[in-house]
C-alpha cells in the first residue's frame, strides 16, 4: 500500500521559518516527480513547488519564489519543503503529492498520490 506522510507543520510568526518532510512508502518513488500543494479555508488546493525524480528542475508558485527551496533523496525516499520568511498568508493545510511521470507539471488532478496533510500557521 503507498503512502505519503507529511511531518513538520506547526505555528510560527511571520518571518520565521519551517521544513516540511515527507516520507514515502509502500514503493520506490525514485523515478516520481514529487511535489507539495497547500490548501487554505475556502480556497481551493494549489501547487506550491515540484521537483523532477532527478532533482534537476524544481518549480515554485510565484507566491513562494525565493522563499520556499524544494528538495529531495531518493535512498530516502523523502522529499522536504524548507520554507523561510513565512506570512500569514502561508497559512494553509500543505500535501505532499507524487505523480507516476518524470514530467513536473501543476495540475492537481495530475497528481496519483496523496498525503494526509500537515497544518502550518503563520501568525501576525
Known amino acids: 500500500q503507498v503512502q505519503l506522510v507529511e511531518s513538520g507543520g506547526g505555528l510560527v510568526q511571520a518571518g520565521g521559518s519551517l521544513r516540511l518532510s515527507c516520507v514515502a512508502s509502500?514503493?520506490?518513488?525514485?523515478?516520481?516527480?514529487m511535489a507539495w500543494f497547500r490548501q487554505a479555508p475556502g480556497k481551493e488546493r494549489e501547487f506550491v513547488a515540484g521537483i523532477t525524480y532527478s532533482g534537476s528542475n524544481t518549480r515554485y508558485a510565484d507566491s513562494v519564489k525565493g522563499r520556499f527551496t524544494i528538495s529531495r533523496d531518493n535512498v530516502k525516499n523523502m522529499v522536504d519543503l524548507q520554507m523561510n520568511s513565512l506570512k500569514p498568508d502561508d497559512t494553509a493545510v500543505y500535501y505532499c503529492?507524487?505523480?507516476?511521470?518524470?514530467?513536473?507539471?501543476?495540475?492537481?488532478?495530475?497528481?496519483?498520490?496523496w498525503g494526509q496533510g500537515t497544518q502550518v500557521t503563520v501568525s501576525s
Open positions: 509502500g514503493r520506490s518513488f525514485s523515478y516520481a516527480t
Open positions: 503529492a507524487a505523480r507516476d511521470t518524470i514530467y513536473l507539471v501543476v495540475p492537481v488532478n495530475d497528481y496519483d498520490y
